[in-house]
T-cell receptor, first 117, second 108 residues
Framework: GAVVSQHPSWVICKSGTSVKIECRSL??????MFWYRQFPKQSLMLMAT?????????EQGVEKDKFLINHASLTLSTLTVTSAHPEDSSFYIC?????????????FGSGTQLSVL | RKEVEQDPGPFNVPEGATVAFNCTYS??????FFWYRQDCRKEPKLLMS???SGNEDGRFTAQLNRASQYISLLIRDSKLSDSATYLC?????????FGQGTELSVKP
């Protein structure tokens, strides 16, 4: 079964609205989660690293005020796309590290396809 | 130069064919190497880790050449179910860097 749950799978929204995507680790605590974005026919691009109890670390070129990340608990990280525009339409996917130091494995959520009209 | 670069593809092969994917990475400090498989609009799934000594898992063989900064994946006796996009992934300083992927289509 799934190790990381991501919700929703699909979102269609109007331009200007905000969209929240949830990423939950099931049966394990994830102090670190990652958020990626993937445009059609392109690679996954890391947007930010979400750290439980502290501020997220954003990659160069990713607007932190546009993509709000909250990692308030050890099993939940959320990504909010604020005032979404058509150019934000993309496949967003989260991942979480599971395991002990030196023996960690990365698990992905099932992804969220965002379409902004 | 892209950090991780793969063959552009797509590869269209008949069932039973052997297909090879190539990948190069730019940062010599890269620490870990993987091949992932991604089906359309789905999450990537780990196919195999890649070690310097080379490793095999059934029909799949992965090779790493650190000197050339080159990674390969060989699929033998390809099946229809192998059709997917194959992602070369490099780990560096706790982050994963993905190649753009090479699409494989296996035809009957």
């Amino acid at each position: 079964g799934a190790v990381v749950s991501q919700h929703p799978s699909w979102v269609i929204c109007k331009s200007g609205t905000s969209v929240k995507i949830e990423c939950r680790s099931l049966d394990f605590q994830a102090t670190t989660m990652f958020w990626y974005r993937q445009f059609p026919k392109q690679s996954l691009m890391l947007m930010a690293t979400s750290n439980e109890g502290s501020k997220a670390t954003y990659e160069q070129g990713v607007e932190k005020d546009k993509f709000l990340i909250n990692h308030a608990s050890l099993t939940l990280s959320t990504l909010t796309v604020t005032s979404a525009h058509p150019e934000d339409s993309s496949f967003y996917i989260c991942s979480a590290l599971r395991g002990r130091e030196g023996i960690k494995k990365l698990f992905f959520g099932s992804g969220t396809q965002l379409s902004v009209l | 130069r892209k950090e991780v670069e793969q063959d552009p593809g797509p590869f269209n092969v008949p069932e039973g064919a052997t297909v090879a994917f190539n990948c190069t990475y730019s940062n010599s400090a890269s620490q870990s190497f993987f091949w992932y498989r991604q089906d359309c609009r789905k999450e990537p799934k780990l196919l195999m880790s890649v070690y310097s000594s080379g490793n095999e898992d059934g029909r799949f063989t992965a090779q790493l050449n650190r000197a050339s900064q080159y990674i390969s994946l060989l699929i033998r006796d390809s099946k229809l179910s192998d059709s997917a996009t194959y992602l070369c992934v490099v780990g560096l300083r706790g982050k994963l860097i993905f190649g753009q992927g090479t699409e494989l289509s296996v035809k009957p």
